[in-house]
DNA sequence: GCTAGAACTTACTCCCAGTAAGTTACTCGG
DNA sequence: CCGAGTAACTTACTGGGAGTAAGTTCTAGC
């Protein structure tokens, strides 16, 4: 049976690398991070445990490496978004709306990222930090771009509001996929655009 | 010794159940959810684990337990300050406020609260969701307080800036905690506020 | 005192992350 | 073609923690 559906030779180390990662990335998804045991994903590889952990360390390595890739997509797509925008207005825009779009079109991708909370202990936590921090960081660059030059915010206030946007995305995306009829990614991204655009021209320096 | 220090009669269930309750929040605070195991608690109340099972069911709904309880305190608190403001913009400011002040203020609440995200899969994931259900609700309505009545949201942005705002906080509240030097509760609620303010006067009808 | 039931315990099972130590297959120099 | 070296991989375990079955002890009320 084996020898007929998986004559399952071996691969050199990236190759296999890559089969044991979306692997994970797919189970991860379906069943959360509790849900799934590195049995479970060294089965479906068609692979024994300690491979996978000579390979990724810990099941919080394993986990990290499938955020980590899937934050990264997201992120180049959102960039990408902002990036191409016209001015700063349709930037922020364009940045939600891909944020949105993204998640609707990578399901299973969204089930991992939210999981990252999972991760709140432990050390994988700084990793998991890093990660967002990219997010916080364009985010941060937009809303610069966005603030009138002639009336700097500190970096307090930046950091701020860069959180604040980073928090409303995440729990929107949360809700919408919980949401029996969630509205539709350019709705919600212009409601956002429209809750926010007006105070990020309004910012005092305290 | 145990006559000594501890000569631990039988409690009857209310009394015995609160004081499960009450180690459990501490060390689930300490050590976070991950971190704590039900053998631990039970040592740290004096008394076997099956009872702690008996009485709370699962780890979860132990955990749930003392979730329910502070999230019940905090939104106490907010609600409380909300109500008291003189009017729809005090009432964002002071809203805002009381909620970081509070996180400030239980430090070790707050942990317990944040390791929620541990439970963003399994069967706990709709009580979590309930209890933080009662937030959007409060938020809703100070949204439709804020939302100039000749111009009416629909029920869908209402929601949408619900969901953001207690994102938003959320976010910021992690943050804090984890900046070496976060701003004071003042300019993370007036940075908020002005963030906010003018945007939910001007939310349109798509 | 005696009994009914609540409060509580001992002593397990099972599951899963992680590991020690060994085995098999590929590769490259001769 | 052949042996040696190494990368790829496995079997068979440990340890710890969640959860439980089956009792045992205290106490309240008669």
């Not at 692979?47 to 810990?58: A, D, E, H, M, N």
């Not at 995306?173 to 655009?197: F, G, H, M, Y």
Request: proline share 5%.
């Amino acid at each position: 049976m084996t020898s007929t559906t998986t004559p399952k030779r071996r691969r050199d180390r990236a190759a296999r690398e890559r089969e044991i990662l979306e692997a994970a990335e797919r189970i991860f998804g379906e069943r959360g991070y509790q849900g799934t045991s590195m049995d479970d994903v060294a089965a479906q590889v068609g692979v024994s445990k300690p491979l996978i952990y000579q390979y990724y360390g810990s099941k919080d390595g394993l986990f990290l490496a499938c955020l980590a890739r899937l934050r990264g997509h997201l992120l180049d797509t959102v960039a990408d978004a902002v990036m191409a925008a016209a001015n700063a207005e349709d930037a922020l825009y364009a940045g939600f709306l891909a944020w949105f779009r993204f998640l609707d079109e990578h399901p299973q991708a969204w089930s991992v990222l939210v999981d990252e909370g999972m991760l709140s202990a432990g050390p994988a936590a700084e990793a998991t930090d890093e990660v967002r921090a990219a997010f916080i960081e364009l985010i941060a660059t937009m809303v610069r771009m966005n603030v009138p030059a002639d009336r700097p915010a500190d970096d307090d206030e930046i950091q701020i509001v860069a959180q604040s946007i980073s928090g409303a995305t995440e729990r929107l995306a949360i809700w919408r996929t919980r949401s029996a009829n969630p509205p539709p990614p350019e709705k919600v991204a212009r409601t956002l655009q429209d809750l926010l655009w007006q105070g990020l021209h309004t910012l005092k320096s305290s």
